[in-house]
């Protein structure tokens, strides 16, 4: 990264996670959100997310003789809160992150002794955490009882978290927490809890994935919103940044009703939520320019 970016961007010194998708920790910690969580443009900040935003280098696999963009999308505090990629230290917030072509793996020094500069390199490929659905999409294999009998099912929609609240499901256990996910009703036989397996609950599971989980629909509006405003100019930054900010905050709350509905399998309010929740989705597209 230092022969992309230099050590320093006007003087002031930064390093990054060793990833396909590094996340930027600046000298001073600079961030998008003042102390009272309001959105601010902060200059130091904003004069690395434009750099990061103008890198260029050479990815053999498109071309051998023209440099190609680096980043494909990059993110700060509001959108990093809205993946969940923040956690409750604040020594650990980072600046923002950016999502690189998924062909590309940044480090602070070269692995290929005689070069000063980027060079092939297969020990990272395709392992890291870009957002790409090459790399972000896997595979859950279940099988045993409760589980339906069937082959591959590449329509239904889920993340790690639902693994947990799949096998409560099955097992009859009860966590003495309220997980993140939800229970994968589509491959649960219809002897196992009947209540999960109501329309209201699977179209109201369906809408929450899409709402609450990094992947979703939401995440990917907000995403390409956040990009759009790093590489705008400050204004344009600051008013796209406050609404992702607020449309975060309206999810999170929602989403937290929509669990309790999930949790609980009282489907009473489902349909207003499911609505409510298809109205975020289509708010934060818009946001995007979908």
């Known amino acids: 990264m230092s022969w992309l970016l230099g050590s320093t961007v006007d003087g002031i010194g930064y390093d990054i996670s060793f990833d396909s998708a590094p996340s930027f920790y600046i000298d001073g910690q600079p961030q998008a959100l003042d102390a009272n969580g309001n959105v601010v443009v902060n200059s130091t900040l904003r004069d690395f997310e434009k750099a990061a935003a103008g890198l260029n280098a050479f990815d053999p696999y498109v071309s051998t003789t023209q440099l190609t963009p680096v980043a494909r999308y990059l993110v700060d505090g509001p959108t990093l809160k809205a993946i969940h990629m923040i956690n409750a230290d604040p020594q650990r917030t980072m600046p923002f992150t950016m999502f690189a072509v998924p062909d590309l793996y940044f480090q602070t020094y070269t692995p290929c002794k005689g070069s000063s500069q980027g060079c092939l390199n297969d020990a990272y490929a395709w392992i890291h955490g870009d957002y790409s659905d090459d790399i972000g999409r896997t595979w859950l294999g279940m099988a045993g009882p409760g589980v339906k009998a069937g082959g591959i099912d590449s329509t239904t929609w889920t993340d790690h978290t639902d693994i947990v609240p799949t096998i409560n499901a099955l097992t009859g256990l009860k966590p003495d927490y309220q997980p993140d996910g939800r229970v994968i009703t589509q491959i649960l036989a219809a ?3 009947a209540a999960h397996h109501s329309n209201l609950m699977m179209q109201l599971g369906a809408v929450y994935k899409q709402l609450n989980a990094p992947y979703g629909d939401f995440a990917n509006s907000l995403i390409i919103a956040s990009t759009a405003a790093i590489k705008s100019d400050d204004a ?9 900010q607020s449309l975060t905050a309206k999810r999170d709350a929602l989403a937290q009703r929509m669990k309790d509905v999930l949790n609980s399998n009282a489907d ?13 989705l289509t708010t934060a597209a818009t946001l995007a320019g979908k």
Do not use: F, K, M, R
């Open 191 to 193: 002897s196992v809890d």
């Open 236 to 244: 344009t930054y600051q008013s796209i940044e406050t609404q992702i």
């Open 268 to 280: 009473g309010s489902a349909p207003l939520l499911i609505n409510a929740g298809s109205q975020l």
